[in-house]
């Protein structure tokens, strides 16, 4: 059984710190791609940062490139997301998904499998 399980959400102030991580099973992670994308009410959910693990290449949408950092740890089948400078725009819940024998995207619909929602809220 595929299992994706985000965790490391909470409440921080502007300016503050958190780490995300995905932990993953049921599935070869070293041959996969893990990507994080973020949704508040209303809007559609956006990719935030993709990391492939099978070679570490890793890339990030333009609203977080220099804040967040995206690392994978093959060993404990886990990807962290490192937010930096947190901004109240960043509020939203944050999913972990596996594109299990791709290289992941900022496509949604290219990943077979998707974790539960982790919530960071930013205040100002």
């Given at each position: 059984?595929?299992?994706?399980?985000?965790?490391?959400g909470?409440?921080?102030?502007a300016?503050?710190?958190?780490?995300?991580?995905?932990?993953?099973s049921?599935?070869?992670?070293?041959?996969?791609?893990?990507?994080?994308?973020?949704q508040?009410?209303?809007?559609?959910?956006?990719?935030?940062?993709?990391?492939?693990?099978?070679?570490?290449?890793?890339?990030?949408?333009d609203?977080?490139k220099?804040?967040?950092?995206?690392s994978?740890?093959?060993?404990?089948?886990?990807?962290?997301?490192?937010?930096?400078?947190?901004?109240?725009?960043d509020t939203?819940?944050?999913y972990?998904?596996?594109?299990?024998?791709?290289?992941?995207?900022?496509?949604?619909?290219?990943y077979?499998?998707w974790?539960?929602?982790?919530?960071?809220t930013v205040?100002?």
């Amino acid at each position: 059984e595929v299992q994706l399980q985000a965790s490391g959400g909470g409440l921080v102030q502007a300016g503050g710190s958190l780490r995300l991580s995905c932990a993953a099973s049921g599935f070869t992670f070293d041959g996969s791609a893990i990507g994080w994308f973020r949704q508040v009410p209303g809007k559609e959910r956006e990719g935030v940062s993709y990391i492939s693990n099978r070679d570490g290449s890793s890339y990030y949408a333009d609203s977080v490139k220099g804040r967040f950092t995206i690392s994978s740890d093959n060993a404990k089948n886990t990807v962290y997301l490192q937010m930096n400078s947190l901004k109240p725009e960043d509020t939203a819940d944050y999913y972990c998904a596996a594109d299990v024998e791709g290289d992941g995207s900022f496509l949604r619909f290219i990943y077979d499998y998707w974790g539960q929602g982790t919530l960071v809220t930013v205040s100002s």
